[in-house]
């Protein structure tokens, strides 16, 4: 199960109707993410600072922070290379670990056995990478990403997919009076010019993300464009 969207030929709305359970909960939960943490990342993707794989990383590492939540109060978590490298798809330990070393240099995460943190503001960034982040509307808002998506998208190894997830995530996934709100717009042409990928391609990668049930299609009308 994942989340839904709707959309015109040109344009998606609504993520995650048909897997919402009661009280607007998708179905497996969900975790916070930071827009503005999210847009860094992917701003450092495309300035050549980190690889495609530690976007995937960042990503990650919120599903592995998520999966202490419960602990009991007083005890610590730990984690571990191994672990996010199995989230990640089988990625081995040392390049878990070369991952980590440029999300640190990049000033994207924080990472130790009991600890991590996670970008969530502009402060320090390249002037560059502040316009970046500052041309998305709400981008300081947290993002309630549905944790089977985004375990899905720590493993997912095309790009153009990932992008298209989180354009969609950015415009069309809230959380309003403790309620997870997935509805909005999003045109696959804002996707591309925001994250640097083809139109044709984010068409496609809809497409695919609709078959999987993730996205959600509707009609709208042509004027609310």
Known sequence: PGLGVTRTPDVSAVMGGGAME???IPQGGYVFVSATGLLATWWSYKAGLIEFR?????LACHEVKARRCTLEKGRLPRFTESELGRLMGGVLEEHVRTTLRRLKSASLLSWSETAIECRSSTEGLPLDAVQFVE?????????????PLLRFLARERKPVLVATAL???????????????????????WIADLFGVDERNVKAAR???EAMGVLIRSDTPQLVM
Not at 54 to 58: E, F, L
Request: proline letters at 6%.
């Open 167 to 189: 354009g969609h995530l950015l415009r069309c996934m809230y959380f309003r009076k403790g309620r997870c709100e997935p509805q909005g717009l999003c045109k696959a042409s």
């Open 135 to 147: 041309s998305v509307t709400n981008h300081r808002r947290r993002i309630p990403v549905p944790r």
């Open 54 to 58: 530690d976007v995937r990383a960042w």
């Open 207 to 209: 497409q695919s993300l």
């Open 22 to 24: 009661g009280k607007g």
